[in-house]
């Protein structure tokens, strides 16, 4: 997908790259609130609910994350804020970043920005200790009798389109910044 003429194609491989420090996780997923952050990315990645790697051998190095788990940790936060599980959360949040590779076959931002909503996900919690359960589906096909018909305690319609469109605008100026601050950078054989 092309976010932006001076950028190079988003792939699946880009998205997933574990380069982006959680200042810029925050930026790109729009989480801000009342809910404390550095404890939240604490408690999910503690329970491995969010991919990420440390920046360095040290256990207090800064942990790096990717496009892909800032999706994830925006739902996660979502879910989150609403009292559910970090582990409900997280079924949800891989759901939608499920989509992502499939977003990314758009040509280009502006051509996925037009499409309809292509998937919802359906995001239910079943009576006892039955897991999460999620389904994408397209809008039209969710009916009443889809979630009559389960015994889920709790049943949730998550719309990921406008998420993934504002999470891929974001990335877009961060990664562009990156790469103007990469090409600024001396190289070793030009005096700093």
Known sequence: MRIY???????PEEATRLWLPPELVLEIAAMFGELDTRRFFHNVTSRDLLP???SGEAKTSPKLYSLKGAVM???????????RSYSAGAAAARAVADLLPMALA???LHDFRDAAPWRWILFSI???AAPPTTLAVRPEKITPDMIEARDWWSVSIIQPHHLLIRSLEAYGEV??????KEAARPTAEEPA
């Open 5 to 11: 003429e001076t950028l190079p194609d988003l792939t």
């Open 52 to 54: 990420f790697v440390r």
């Open 73 to 83: 940790a925006r739902v996660m936060w979502e879910e989150n804020g609403r009292g």
């Open 106 to 108: 758009f040509p280009t």
């Open 126 to 128: 079943a009576f006892g």
């Open 175 to 180: 990664w562009a910044a990156a790469r103007a």
